[in-house]
C-alpha cells in the first residue's frame, strides 16, 4: 500500500483480517506498515502498540521491546507496554543482556527500576555462584540502587556482607551484616540462606576474626535463638 491516509486505514483493517484468520505474522507486518504512517495518529499509536504485542507473542523479543521502549509515557499504551517489556526481561535467562537492555531505557520507569532490581539481583547471585565475587559484589549493588522489594534488598545485603567476608574484608562486612539487621527487624519470611541465625553466625565469626570476642559471643548466642 502506498504512504497514504487510505493505505494507513486499508492496512489497519487488513491487519484485523489477518488476525481473525490466525496470521498473526502477516497482521504484524501490517500493523506495522499503520504504525509508520502519520495520517491517524490514534490508529498509529494503537498499531504500534499491537505490532509489540504480536512481535513478542511470535518471539522476536528484540522487535517488542525496540516498539516497546519506543512508546512515551504520554501514550494511553505506556502502562501496558512496561508492563509487558518488563515481563518479557524477567522471563529472560540472559541477564546480562536484560541489564544491556534497561540500562538503554531512559528515563527509566518505576515498573522498569523494579525489574532492574531484580534481573541485577539475579545477575549477582549467579556471578557468586560462578565464584566471580567481585563481579558480584558490584551487581548486588546495583540491585541496592533500586530498593523496591524489601526482600531483595536484604538478601543483596546479607550475601553481599558474606563475599566481603570471604574476601577478609572484615570491617565493610560487618557493616553490611548491620545494614541487614536493620532491615530484617521489620521483614517476613526471610529465606532460610539468608536467615538472621545465619547472618548472626556470621557477625559472630566477623567479630572473633577481629579478637573482639565480647560482641562475637553475643553474635554466636542470639545465632542458637
Given amino acids: 500500500m502506498l504512504d497514504s491516509k487510505m493505505g494507513q486505514v486499508s492496512n489497519y483493517y487488513l491487519a484485523d483480517c489477518y488476525l481473525k484468520n490466525g496470521d498473526k505474522t ?24 499491537n505490532f509489540g504485542k504480536l ?63 531484580i534481573v541485577a539481583f539475579n545477575q549477582a547471585l549467579q556471578k557468586y555462584n560462578d ?4 563481579e558480584a559484589i558490584k551487581y548486588f ?13 536484604l538478601r543483596s545485603k ?27 527487624k521489620n521483614a517476613k519470611n526471610i529465606p532460610q540462606e539468608s536467615s538472621v541465625y545465619l547472618a548472626n553466625y556470621n557477625q559472630g565469626f566477623n567479630y572473633f576474626q577481629q579478637e573482639k570476642y565480647g560482641p562475637a559471643a553475643l553474635y554466636y548466642k542470639e545465632s542458637l535463638n
Fill in 26 to 49: 502477516s497482521a504484524a507486518a501490517a500493523l506495522k506498515k499503520v504504525s509508520r504512517m502519520n495520517y491517524d495518529t490514534e490508529m498509529r499509536d494503537e498499531a504500534e502498540f
Fill in 55 to 117: 512481535s513478542a507473542e511470535l518471539s522476536n523479543d528484540r522487535e517488542a521491546i525496540n516498539t516497546f521502549k519506543s512508546i512515551g509515557s504520554s501514550s494511553p499504551y505506556y502502562r501496558e507496554s512496561q508492563k509487558i517489556m518488563s515481563n518479557m526481561i524477567l522471563n529472560s535467562q540472559d541477564f546480562s543482556n536484560s541489564l544491556r537492555i534497561l540500562a538503554d531505557i531512559k528515563p527509566m520507569s518505576e515498573e522498569m527500576s523494579q525489574t532492574y532490581q
Fill in 131 to 134: 565464584n566471580e565475587n567481585q
Fill in 141 to 153: 549493588d546495583l540491585s541496592l540502587k533500586y530498593p523496591y522489594k524489601q526482600d531483595l534488598e
Fill in 158 to 184: 546479607y550475601w553481599k556482607a558474606v563475599i566481603l567476608q570471604e574476601g577478609g574484608n572484615i570491617d565493610e562486612s560487618i557493616r553490611s551484616f548491620d545494614e541487614y539487621f536493620v532491615l530484617a
